[in-house]
């Protein structure tokens, strides 16, 4: 709960901006999750090159909506580029 609390402690509302999914392996995925956490529930994946919309930025994590679906959760900070 500390990480979480920790994650939420450093957010920051920005002006949306769009990023660029790139995982750590290009056959790879990142994972769209309900908690800004490793093990938080995943609600999506998504793969190289996809786009989706920040809406917070966080220590570890932003906070993004999925332009196409409407989904909103967390992805590693790392997995995001603009």
């Known amino acids: 709960m500390a990480e979480i609390n920790a994650e939420f402690a450093a957010a920051v509302a ?3 901006y769009r990023v660029m999914i ?3 392996r290009v056959s790879s995925w990142v994972n769209l999750r309900w908690i800004p956490s490793a093990t938080g529930m995943v609600i999506a994946e998504y ?3 996809d786009k989706l919309t ?3 930025e966080m220590k570890n994590y932003l906070m993004v909506q999925d332009p196409v ?3 909103v959760g967390y992805i590693e900070k790392r997995f995001a580029v603009r």
Request: proline share 13%.
């Open 69 to 71: 679906t409407g989904s």
């Open 54 to 56: 920040v809406l917070m």
């Open 14 to 16: 920005v002006e949306p």
């Open 22 to 24: 790139r995982p750590a």
């Open 47 to 49: 793969k190289a090159n």
